[in-house]
């Protein structure tokens, strides 16, 4: 308050000094007391404000304490609170733990049964029409969450479905890849189970997955097989592809999935088997065809000459279209002839006769010993060739002495087929050739019986 009059006084004098010449000493207490006034009332109003704002910060603190206490309080209800979750939530982990268990058994067991059904499927010849599965499955397999209902009921519904589409025979349209590599588009295709499938044609599909080694799609395919089975199943294929709906039809059915086909397709065929025989194989079998059309002519030519024979012998007139006509008409052409004479004469004539006879029985009888020889001529050829394989390659690739052991049974068979039909018709033949020159042989000691007789 001092420091403050006295720069009231200081103002006052220096206002009384810059204007002390124009104001008097009235007039300068007015100014005092004016100013005087002024800070009385200025002090009145600091001080209100002060105690206004001390009242305030009192009410604001007060409010403060109840906050502190109340914020005291709930923190206090929320320890406790706290307290209480904790041992709650320690009883529900021990109860998750106990659920989850079960859960986490159950997700094992369905992520393995999705994946031996995805490698099923991959492998099944029903995928060549449904092939919308694998995706599903994939993710069901691979997920590390918990599957849900939906995601069983949809595991249940394909495993479902697999089970039905493996015991029913199915007609579609798909691409498929050829003999020769090449895709062929829209082509139909009927399915029997997973055993077996047929184009339009009846030729025999095999389904390639993806995991095929001779697969190089990189997806499932069906592919036409590079040689179709034997006639029988062909035969039964396209019965079976052409039957209209409702009709029964035969149909092989591979039950191996494949296997059997395969192997059915790679047995060899009477052509195979032919080739596998090699350069004496082809000899033996030209051999036994010539001597079969020999011995066939030579069985008609018997067969006609017998024929007129029998006619002859009902005749009393000799012919000379036929051999026992031409033994008769030696007796007709000599009728003064002696005994002697005329049996030399008929023994000329059944030798002239008997030539032609039997003509041809000789070469058939050559070729039938030789036929064998030959086999086993091959025989021999085929264990050299397997020696020579076994010196260069070993015994450890049974594929490297095939060839030679082929060709070594091979043409021994070809030799037994070939010797034992010409050994047959031989027989056949020089029997009918005996009996007719038997035949003349009697009818000529008949004519000189006669002769003797008169």
Not at 18 to 38: G, Y
Not at 217 to 234: D, N
Not at 309 to 335: D, H
Not at 361 to 384: D, H, N, R
């Amino acid at each position: 308050m001092k420091k403050y009059i006295i720069t009231l006084l200081a103002l006052g004098l220096m206002t009384t000094n810059s204007q002390a010449q124009d104001m008097s000493l009235d007039q300068l207490l007015k100014v005092v007391q004016r100013a005087a006034t002024e800070s009385s009332a200025a002090n009145k109003k600091r001080e209100a404000t002060f105690k206004q704002q001390r009242d305030q910060q009192s009410r604001l603190l007060s409010e403060a304490r109840a906050q502190l206490a109340a914020l005291e309080r709930r923190t206090e209800e929320l320890k406790t609170a706290f307290d209480e979750n904790e041992l709650t939530l320690a009883d529900l982990e021990t109860t998750l733990a106990e659920r989850a268990g079960n859960l986490g058994e159950m997700a094992g067991t369905v992520k393995v049964l999705a994946g031996d059904l995805r490698s099923a499927i991959e492998e099944s010849m029903t995928s060549a029409e449904l092939d919308s599965r694998i995706p599903f499955l994939t993710t069901l397999a691979s997920q590390s969450k918990m599957p849900n209902i939906q995601e069983l009921r949809q595991l249940w519904v394909e495993m479902q479905r697999e089970i039905i589409e493996e015991g029913k025979i199915s007609r579609f349209t798909t691409n498929i890849r050829d003999e020769h590599g090449e895709i062929e588009n829209n082509v139909t295709v009927t399915r029997v189970g997973t055993f077996n499938a047929f184009d339009s044609n009846g030729n025999f599909l095999v389904w390639k997955s993806a995991n095929d080694a001779n697969n190089s799609s990189g997806k499932g395919e069906l592919q036409r097989l590079q040689k179709q089975p034997a006639g029988q199943y062909a035969s039964q294929a396209r019965a079976f592809v052409k039957a209209n709906p409702g009709e029964l039809a035969q149909v092989p059915v591979d039950y191996t999935r494949g296997t059997i086909l395969q192997l059915v397709v790679q047995t060899p065929s009477i052509q195979d088997k032919i080739k596998q025989g090699g350069p004496v194989g082809y000899v033996i079998l030209s051999l036994g065809a010539f001597g079969l059309i020999i011995a066939l002519i030579k069985f008609f030519m018997l067969f006609a000459s017998g024929s007129k024979m029998k006619s002859q012998i009902k005749k009393k007139q000799p012919n000379q279209n036929n051999a026992l006509g031409r033994i008769m008409s030696v007796y007709t052409e000599n009728p003064d002839s002696d005994i002697e004479t005329m049996e030399l004469k008929l023994d000329e004539a059944i030798l002239r006769e008997t030539g032609p006879l039997e003509s041809g029985l000789s070469f058939i009888k050559v070729l039938y010993v030789i036929a064998p020889l030959l086999g086993l001529l091959g025989t021999v050829v085929g264990m050299i060739q397997t020696f020579q394989m076994i010196t260069l390659m070993g015994t450890g690739d049974p594929k490297s002495m095939a060839g030679g052991i082929s060709m070594a049974l091979v043409t021994t068979v070809l030799g037994l087929v070939v010797a034992i039909p010409l050994t047959v018709l031989h027989s056949v033949l020089q029997s009918m050739a005996r009996k007719q020159t038997q035949v003349l042989e009697e009818q000529s000691a008949g004519i000189v019986a006669k002769m003797a007789e008169k």
